[in-house]
């Protein structure tokens, strides 16, 4: 089976800006959750998404959004980018049948704000 | 609040010692528990999860963790360590009730292989 693909790997915006990343999750996975890497914060959860619903929410302006597509593709969109947004972040796909899901992440994108 | 602490920020072993990365957590209930290893400049991959039964379990690369409830840990071992298990190490909790797919994930360890 193919794993979780990000598109595109990098990528660099300024200021101001807004910016759509794409996740398309291991096939026959319905889940797809998003979190945002930097060197501050760690490892930081956005949001998921099941079904085209979003499910779960972490703490993050309302900047950062996201949806989900009925093939399970999801993106995610942050406008007005800020420097502090720079960071990896990564899509994480699970089956979503509940207590034993586990997440499989893609590589990321690397987002760059100058 | 669910939480996850690694108290080793870096860590250097030679290669063929053993391995041992401490995870300790915080949750209310039942914990789900991961262990990720991330290559610089990758994506996370998974090593290792436990959600019940038998608190030893086998992971890839070799790996292995024990649950102790007793000690809210979930620590990672390797019996021999190789040159490319050089990477950061996380640990996260799921958050158990109804899905595990909010993970909450500890700071990292960062392990450095010598020759």
């Known amino acids: 089976k193919a794993g979780v693909t990000q598109t595109p790997r990098y990528l660099i915006k300024t200021r101001g800006q807004q910016v759509t990343l794409s996740c398309s999750p291991i096939s026959g996975h319905r889940s797809v959750s998003w979190y945002q890497q930097t060197p501050g914060q760690g490892l930081q959860f956005l949001f998921e998404y099941f079904s085209e619903t979003q499910r779960n929410k972490g703490n993050f302006p309302g900047r950062f959004s996201g949806r989900q597509f009925s093939n399970s593709r999801s993106e995610m969109n942050v406008s007005t980018l800020e420097l502090g947004d720079s960071a990896l972040y990564l899509c994480a796909s699970g089956g979503g049948r509940g207590y034993e899901d586990t997440q499989y992440f893609g590589p990321g994108t690397r987002l760059t704000v100058l | 609040a669910q939480s996850v602490t690694q108290p080793d920020i870096h860590i250097t072993v030679s290669e063929g010692a053993s391995l041992e990365l401490r995870c300790n957590y915080s949750y209310g209930a039942t914990p789900y528990l991961f262990w990720y290893v991330q290559s610089p400049g990758q994506g996370l991959q998974l090593l290792l999860k436990?959600?019940?039964?038998?608190?030893l379990v086998q992971g890839i690369k070799g790996f292995e963790a024990e649950f102790k409830r007793s000690q809210s840990s979930f620590n990672l071992r390797k019996p021999s360590v190789h040159w490319s298990d050089a990477a950061e190490y996380f640990c996260a909790v799921g958050r158990g009730s109804g899905t595990a797919s909010k993970l909450t994930f500890g700071t990292g360890t960062r392990l450095q292989v010598t020759l």
């Open positions: 436990y959600f019940s039964g038998d608190t």
